[in-house]
């Protein structure tokens, strides 16, 4: 699975958009990118998946640039519930996800 | 609520012992993988299983055993319990167990385990 690249932690106030980064320039063509994030010591909690075209659901939404080589995760409205860490992660159809070190995301009232 | 669960939710042993970690999938998925997260690394993958069979293996070390069984639920056996086992135990479940890429693997609430 490609590797990503992710900041350590960003901060977000409360109501405004966060805009997570994540870096996977040497993804391939039939690799997905899936978002998912760990709030405290939870299960880590599926948020989106894409591939090729820019994705929306219920959560947030996930851009994809052209080349496919970044992506970035929005959450439009962030609450103070959604101080988590943020994992980035490419797959192929790997039986396992590997989980780098995510950002740390600290929404501010 | 993913829809996988795990049992206990805490568990607190000594060393030597033996402990088993339960997981029930969601309802439809055949796939069960186990991770391991410890304070000073994150989530490892163990070892999965698909509809009874041992699908893939990690960093899974040999005192660490797994079975999937006829129901589709899953244990996770530690044995010789060391200090440094201690931490948090998930378990993920999926639809299916091959190449599917946009086959999404869904966490239960996680155990953990405490060795003193």
């Known amino acids: 699975d490609a590797k990503t690249t992710q900041p350590t932690s960003m901060d977000c106030a409360e109501g405004r958009a966060a805009n997570l980064p994540c870096n996977h320039s040497?993804?391939?063509?039939?690799?997905?990118v899936y978002w998912y994030r760990q709030i405290h010591s939870q299960g880590p909690q599926y948020i989106i998946h894409?591939?090729?075209n820019n994705e929306t659901n219920e959560m947030a939404s996930l851009i994809i640039t052209e080349d496919r080589k970044s992506s970035t995760l929005i959450l439009p409205h962030a609450t103070l519930r959604d101080t988590a860490v943020y994992y980035c992660?490419?797959?192929?159809?790997?039986?396992?996800?590997?989980f780098g070190t995510g950002t740390r995301l600290t929404v501010i009232p | 609520d993913s829809g996988v669960t795990q049992t206990p939710k805490h568990l607190i042993t000594a060393t030597g012992q033996r402990v088993t970690l339960r997981c029930s999938p969601r309802?439809?998925?055949?796939?069960v993988y186990w991770y391991q997260q410890s304070l000073d690394q994150g989530l490892q993958f163990l070892i999965q299983?698909?509809?009874?069979?041992?699908?893939a293996k990690g960093n899974i070390l040999e005192r660490f055993s797994a079975q999937q069984f006829p129901d589709l639920h899953s244990e996770l056996n530690l044995s010789s319990l060391e200090l440094g086992d201690s931490a948090l135990y998930f378990c993920?479940?999926?639809?299916?167990?091959?190449?599917?890429?946009?086959?999404?693997?869904?966490f239960g609430p996680g155990t953990r385990l405490t060795v003193l």
């Open positions: 993920a479940s999926r639809k299916g167990g091959g190449q599917g890429a946009a086959d999404t693997q869904y």
């Open positions: 040497t993804i391939s063509g039939n690799e997905y």
């Open positions: 894409g591939l090729k």
């Open positions: 992660i490419v797959r192929t159809g790997a039986n396992n996800l590997f």
């Open positions: 309802s439809g998925d055949l796939s």
């Open positions: 299983y698909y509809n009874g069979e041992e699908r």
